[in-house]
T-cell receptor
């Protein structure tokens, strides 16, 4: 079956522009995660949804970052007024149910470059 | 707070040789531990996980890992490496006793190069 998909795969933005990154989780997966992976680093947690509810947004680095999942399936991560330090790969993951015992399946990521 | 250390940034092994990738964690209780592999252009794929019980866990692609509480380690091993194992490997920890904690904390990764 289809895995987690993300679009676009690559995005170049000028500093100050707004961007929107999309995640299509595996159908039926309740939980959805966003991670940020800077060059040479491991993924870092940004935010977590259970269905349409955003239960944890403790990892969002600033109020320029906003995520939503209005119908409990597709999610969008929006970054306003992008800055160079936002350059990273943004990974989306989904899992069947909540909790750590449910395997997280990762998408290929969106590579964001801010110039 | 939990954290993960992968001391080796880059490891090179010959095809057919054995492999051990190191992972140390910091956490007050018994964590949930994971190893993921990331190939270029691919998403992270789960190799194996440890929650409780037998401290030696088997995973996919012939990998295994051993949880050693006394050393706060969860090293990944493979007896004979294949060229297709060349990738980035990430150790991750989850905090099961933290209410509402569902996310993973990742190490910085170890890049594996396999030479013929």
């Amino acid at each position: 079956g289809a895995g987690v998909s993300q679009s676009p795969r690559y995005k170049v933005a000028k500093r100050g522009q707004d961007v929107a990154l999309r995640c299509d989780p595996i159908s039926g997966h309740v939980s959805l995660f966003w991670y940020q992976q800077a060059l040479g680093q491991g993924p870092e947690f940004l935010t977590y949804f259970q269905n349409e509810a955003q239960l944890d947004k403790s990892g969002l680095p600033s109020d320029r970052f906003f995520a939503e999942r209005p119908e409990g399936s597709v999610s969008t991560l929006k970054i306003q007024r992008t800055q160079q330090e936002d350059s990273a790969v943004y990974l989306c993951a989904s899992s069947l149910v909540g909790g750590l015992v449910s395997e997280q399946y990762f998408g290929p990521g969106t590579r964001l470059t801010v110039t | 707070a939990q954290s993960v250390t992968q001391p080796d940034i880059h490891i090179t092994v010959s095809e057919g040789a054995s492999l051990e990738l190191r992972c140390n964690y910091s956490y007050g209780a018994t964590p949930y531990l994971f190893w993921y592999v990331q190939s270029p252009g691919q998403g992270l794929q789960l190799l194996l996980k440890y929650f409780s019980g037998d401290t030696l866990v088997q995973g996919i692609k012939g990998f295994e890992a051993e949880f050693k509480r006394s050393q706060s380690s969860f090293n990944l091993r493979k007896p004979s490496v294949h060229w297709s194992d060349a990738a980035e490997y990430f150790c991750a920890v989850g905090a099961p006793d933290q209410t509402g904690a569902n996310n993973l904390f990742f190490g910085t990764g170890t890049r594996l190069t396999v030479i013929p």
